[in-house]
């Protein structure tokens, strides 16, 4: 088993930044994938990031530029700078874990960009 737990979200101005982080426990592996998701209101979840044991990382198009992710393993944290945000960045982020077929998400953190 695999627990997640998300913090960093808040309320934040448009223009602004914030910094999340999903730090993992229980049987976990440096190995896994580590993924950033976002689900907004009456929307399906998508991704935002996603990054490998090797620091390899993947981006949604649309989120290239304003977002980061990192990791760091001797920490079992994985880490999502948000800058330049904007009020269509509001959603319930997620953070994931994939190792072999195993999924495991956390309980997810609200982010809201007002206007």
């Known amino acids: 088993q695999v627990q997640l737990v998300e913090s960093g979200g808040g309320l934040v101005q448009a223009g602004g930044s914030l910094k999340l982080s999903c730090t993992a426990s229980?049987?976990?592996?440096?190995?896994?994938?580590m993924g950033w998701y976002r689900q907004a209101p009456g929307k399906q979840r998508e991704l935002v990031a996603s990054?490998?044991?090797?620091?390899?990382?993947n981006y949604a198009d649309s989120l290239k530029g304003r977002f980061t992710i990192s990791r760091d393993n001797a920490k079992n944290t994985v880490y999502l700078q948000m800058n330049s945000l904007k009020p269509e960045d509001t959603a319930v982020y997620y953070c994931?874990?994939?190792?072999?077929?195993?999924?495991?998400w956390g309980q997810g953190t609200q982010v809201t960009v007002s206007s």
């Open positions: 990054i490998i044991s090797g620091g390899s990382t």
């Open positions: 229980g049987f976990i592996s440096s190995f896994a994938t």
């Open positions: 994931k874990y994939d190792r072999l077929g195993r999924n495991y």
